[in-house]
């Protein structure tokens, strides 16, 4: 049983940063994988980022080298740095705990860039 809890999100202006957190209760999260989802209206769910238990990482091609995931176990949390932000970015972003067929998500977080 895995619940999760995101912080972070906001309005933003273009070119900005933010982080987002999700922290995990339950047990065996260092050996979970841990992504980042998001979705805008009308918008299908998609993936940006993951990063497994041992540490390899996973973001679409359209953030590479601007959001970088990263974990840290003692405190049960994930993070998603997002440097250089741009309008396209905008959608409400989902932790998810598991794989894409099995796992928990998070309730969501709204980040909206301003151009």
């Known amino acids: 049983q895995v619940q999760l809890v995101e912080s972070g999100g906001g309005l933003v202006q273009a070119g900005g940063s933010l982080r987002l957190s999700c922290t995990a209760s339950?047990?065996?999260?260092?050996?979970?994988?841990m992504g980042w989802y998001r979705q805008a209206p009308g918008k299908q769910r998609e993936l940006v980022a993951a990063v497994t238990g041992g540490g390899t990482t996973t973001y679409a091609d359209s953030v590479k080298g601007r959001f970088t995931i990263s974990r840290d176990n003692a405190k049960n949390t994930a993070y998603l740095q997002m440097n250089s932000l741009k309008p396209e970015d905008t959608a409400v972003y989902y932790c998810?705990?598991?794989?894409?067929?099995?796992?928990?998500w998070g309730q969501g977080t709204q980040v909206t860039v301003s151009s």
């Open positions: 339950g047990s065996m999260f260092s050996i979970r994988t």
């Open positions: 998810r705990s598991g794989t894409p067929a099995s796992g928990y």
